[in-house]
Nanobody, 126 residues
Framework: VQLQASGGGLVQAGDSLRLSCAASGRTFSSYSMGWFRQAPGKEREFVAAIKWSGGSTYYADSVKGRFTISRDNAKSTVYLQMNKIQPEDTAVYYC????????????????????WGQGTLVTVSS
């Protein structure tokens, strides 16, 4: 599976932004998907995940209530809708695909992912 993230850019605090991650291949619907981010000088951290079925989602506490992950299996694409963006959300955002059938909370661990996209930069000005 190849993943291509897009949609990043420069936004102001309080704005909204939607990231997309397009996957190649015909088995997208069998993968659970996640978004991670890495801020300058910090380690990569979990943001949100959605199970392969689309029935379960999981969020980091820092984005809960502001970000929404969704998927369109017909388009082989996963989205991250980011609302009320804050300067601390500035980071490179990565999408990832996991083939293992695990509970949704386990998708918070990057070791459970098989494939990673190249990242898209989100910069938030205050």
């Amino acid at each position: 599976v190849q993943l291509q993230a897009s949609g990043g850019g420069l936004v102001q605090a309080g704005d909204s932004l939607r990231l997309s991650c397009a996957a190649s291949g015909r088995t997208f619907s069998s993968y659970s998907m996640g978004w991670f981010r890495q801020a300058p000088g910090k380690e990569r951290e979990f943001v949100a995940a959605i199970k392969w079925s689309g029935g379960s989602t999981y969020y980091a506490d820092s984005v809960k209530g502001r970000f929404t992950i969704s998927r369109d299996n017909a388009k082989s694409t996963v989205y991250l809708q980011m609302n009320k963006i804050q300067p601390e959300d500035t980071a490179v955002y990565y999408c990832a695909a996991a083939s293992r059938r695990i509970i949704v909370s386990e998708l918070a661990y990057d070791t459970n992912y098989n494939y990673w996209g190249q990242g898209t930069l989100v910069t938030v000005s205050s």
